[in-house]
């Protein structure tokens, strides 16, 4: 379960271990973790690297020392933020992605984008529009998947920027990382390279007009198209989510 760890970037590496026991449930929420002395004898570290990590676990909401009673496991889902969400997406031990959060994760990408996209339709400057009609151009050549997903991805990027809102910024890049983490399974979800151009030109004509409905609409309906396929992706592979079919 636990590896040794080499004494190369300790603390880091021990969270990384037990951040991710933790995110697929072996110590489950409220367990107690092993004991201090036990724990550094599993990794192979010296306490004071372990002590470090389990003060970076419990900035991280994951869990919460208690004199007396250890280190427990805490409801992270209650008490930690959205940094964790790359880590979630990747649910097993050999790296498979979780099929829930990456569902998880287009949904939210298609609630979030379209209140970006009415934002961004009320605030855009020339600027912006020049910038992103350079990306949706780099787009309409004949690239491959894996870079139409990083072209798609730098629009949204950019479309978040001319929204102009910081938290927004913020959690784009959460996204983002979600996304490059596994960004060979995502490009299997991407809709068809035509189906993007075209939500690119819709965009972008929806800024020009200042129309925050037709502009919300066309990006709405892209990520639709995402987790549309995403569910046909899974079930090919004999996987499915738990969300209830049509969810919108």
Do not use: W
């Not at 449930?25 to 599993?42: M, Q, T």
């Not at 959205?82 to 979780?98: C, F, K, M, Q, Y």
């Amino acid at each position: 379960m636990l590896k040794p760890i080499g004494k190369q970037r300790v603390a880091e590496e021990i969270v990384q271990q037990l951040r991710s026991l933790i995110l697929r449930g072996v110590y489950g929420i409220g367990d107690k973790l092993p004991p201090e002395r036990k724990l550094a004898e599993d990794l192979g570290v010296n306490r004071a690297s372990l002590r470090e990590a389990i003060k970076s676990l419990e900035q991280m909401g994951l869990v919460k020392t208690r004199q007396g009673d250890g280190t427990r496991v805490l409801p992270f889902m209650e008490t930690a933020g959205v940094e964790l969400v790359s880590h979630l997406v990747t649910g097993t031990a050999d790296g498979i992605p979780n099929a829930d959060v990456l569902f998880d994760v287009l949904e939210f990408r298609r609630i979030f984008a379209r209140d970006v996209a009415e934002l961004a339709a009320e605030r855009a400057t020339a600027d912006d529009l020049t910038r992103l009609e350079e990306i949706a151009k780099k787009a309409d050549a004949d690239v491959s998947p894996d870079e139409m997903l990083k072209l798609d991805f730098e629009f949204y990027v950019e479309l978040t920027r001319t929204a102009r809102n910081r938290v927004f910024q913020l959690l784009i890049n959460t996204i983002r990382m979600a996304v490059s983490a596994h960004a060979a399974f995502f490009a299997q979800v991407l809709p068809p390279a035509t189906v993007q151009r075209k939500c690119h030109r819709d965009v972008i004509a929806g800024l020009k007009a200042k129309d925050t409905v037709r502009t919300a609409k066309a990006v709405s309906d892209y990520m639709m198209q995402a987790q549309q396929l995403l569910s046909a992706l899974l079930l090919s592979l004999g996987n499915s989510t738990d969300k209830p079919s049509g969810t919108k």
